[in-house]
């Protein structure tokens, strides 16, 4: 079965940098785009990044662009995320998710994200 | 932006209702659009995809329509597992965008 596990969380201060990591297992990783999305505490879903299949292509959300980068290593089947610049409005859960179809079909169970001083 | 436009944002209801949804969205999205249950501290799950089709495994009181603007999730009666966050999401052009969420609470 799907499996997605990130890690990478915790609290940070303002301006500083972090990567999350996500481990996936149970599919062909290669052959499936990826996604991250982010849930502010008590908040709605926001929608991060997303990369192709093969790395190639990557989009980002408005509130994140120029500030993350969405990458993957098909060898060791994981998705990452390198968050640079964070800000106390970056604090949230960060789920990673698999796509089918260009739409999202599992999730991970998240990490969370603290951005304070 | 493609805006996802949910209504009601929350709604009370007994077990047994039946329960109505709804997704506007900002533009044609065809049928680009998922739906997803979010229980409190748990990742969201898929429920349906390509706005009618139920994912494998969901339980057929569970249903979608829709195509175009308007979406519409309906749960035929309501069970006591239901009580949880719904978000549409839709897939038709960058970014993806969810709806702002209906909170499904006991009556």
């Known amino acids: 079965q799907v499996r997605l596990v990130e890690s990478g969380g915790g609290v940070v201060q303002p301006g500083t940098s972090l990567r999350l990591s996500c481990a996936a297992s149970g599919f062909t990783f290669r052959t499936y785009g990826m996604h991250w999305v982010r849930q502010a505490p008590g908040k709605g879903l926001e929608w991060v990044a997303h990369i192709s299949y093969d790395g190639r292509n990557k989009y980002y959300g408005n509130s994140v662009k120029g500030r993350f980068t969405i990458s993957r290593d098909n060898s060791k089947n994981t998705l990452y995320l390198q968050m640079n610049s964070l800000t106390t409005e970056d604090t949230a859960v960060y789920y990673c998710?698999?796509?089918?179809?260009?739409?999202?079909?599992?999730w991970g169970q998240g990490t969370l994200v603290t951005v304070s001083s | 932006d493609i805006q996802m436009t949910q209504s009601p944002s929350s709604l009370s209801a007994s077990v047994g209702d039946r329960v109505t949804i709804t997704c506007r969205a900002s533009q044609d999205i065809r049928n680009d659009l998922g739906w997803y249950q979010q229980k409190p501290g748990k990742a969201p799950k898929r429920l349906i995809y390509?706005?009618?089709s139920l994912q494998s495994g969901v339980p057929s009181r569970f249903s979608g329509s829709g195509f175009g603007t308007e979406f519409t999730l309906t749960i035929s009666s309501l069970q006591p597992e239901d009580f949880a966050t719904y978000y549409c999401l839709q897939h038709n052009k960058y970014p993806p965008t969810f709806g702002q969420g209906t909170k499904v609470e006991i009556q």
């Open positions: 390509a706005a009618s």
């Open positions: 998710a698999k796509e089918v179809l260009q739409l999202i079909d599992h």
